[in-house]
T-cell receptor, first 117, second 113 residues
Framework: DQQVKQNSPSLSVQEGRISILNCDYTNSMFDYFLWYKKYPAEGPTFLISISSIKDKNEDGRFTVFLNKSAKHLSLHIVPSQPGDSAVYFCAASARFAGGTSYGKLTFGQGTILTVHP | NAGVTQTPKFQVLKTGQSMTLQCAQD?????MSWYRQDPGMGLRLIHYSVGAGITDQGEVPNGYNVSRSTTEDFPLRLLSAAPSQTSVYFC????????????FGSGTRLTVV
């Protein structure tokens, strides 16, 4: 049972344009969402996060949108740069549900983003 | 500040052998986790710990054991390696109240032949 899904295995965009990466989840207990970026032969690194009490969070070129009713979130990168080419993972946790829930982070399958010069 | 350190970086095992993947963090993080990454499957949680002496199973715990005797260390033991355990393994740690999720190590690439 895949609780976090990234249905697009890959995305290709031109430098300077917008990249939109999508993520869907099924567990209504999830209340905290994160995006990670991963380069080959490295561990994932944190990019941006959003709590379920918000519907948008911005950090420079990166914006995450959350639609709780649709159980959907998206990551927008504007403008896209060749250095953004990497695998992007969406992740979710039941952070505020109490107990040990925050220790358990569930990831999607990842989307390979390629930004062409 | 070393962050999360995983050893070894690469390992080849024969079917049936056992081994321990080491993970250490120097950030005094309460939470630690082990993930495996396989093509098309993303990162799947094997085991996690919310503090010394406390561990719990993730999605894919079979064939793996963990213990957390100190805050700093969280070793992952493969009891009897199988080809299905060929994967890239990531250890990660996080402060309990962090807004930034987990900090990951650079991974261990394990091949079981």
């Amino acid at each position: 049972d895949q609780q976090v899904k990234q249905n697009s295995p890959s995305l290709s965009v031109q430098e300077g344009r917008i990249s939109i990466l999508n993520c869907d989840y099924t567990n209504s207990m999830f209340d905290y969402f994160l995006w990670y970026k991963k380069y080959p032969a490295e561990g994932p690194t944190f990019l941006i996060s959003i709590s379920s009490i918000k519907d948008k969070n911005e950090d420079g070129r990166f914006t995450v949108f959350l639609n709780k009713s649709a159980k959907h979130l998206s990551l927008h990168i504007v403008p896209s740069q060749p250095g953004d080419s990497a695998v992007y993972f969406c992740a979710a946790s039941a952070r505020f549900a109490g107990g040990t829930s925050y220790g358990k982070l569930t990831f999607g399958q990842g989307t390979i983003l390629t930004v062409h010069p | 500040n070393a962050g999360v350190t995983q050893t070894p970086k690469f390992q080849v095992l024969k079917t049936g052998q056992s081994m321990t993947l080491q993970c250490a963090q120097d950030m005094n993080h309460e939470y630690m986790s082990w993930y495996r990454q396989d093509p098309g499957m993303g990162l799947r949680l094997i085991h996690y710990s919310v503090g010394a002496g406390i561990t719990d199973q993730g999605e894919v715990p079979n064939g793996y054991n963990v213990s957390r005797s100190t805050t700093e260390d969280f070793p992952l033991r493969l009891l009897s390696a199988a080809p299905s355990q060929t994967s890239v393994y990531f250890c990660a740690s996080s402060h309990r109240d962090s807004n930034y999720g987990y900090t990951f190590g650079s991974g261990t690439r394990l091949t079981v032949v």
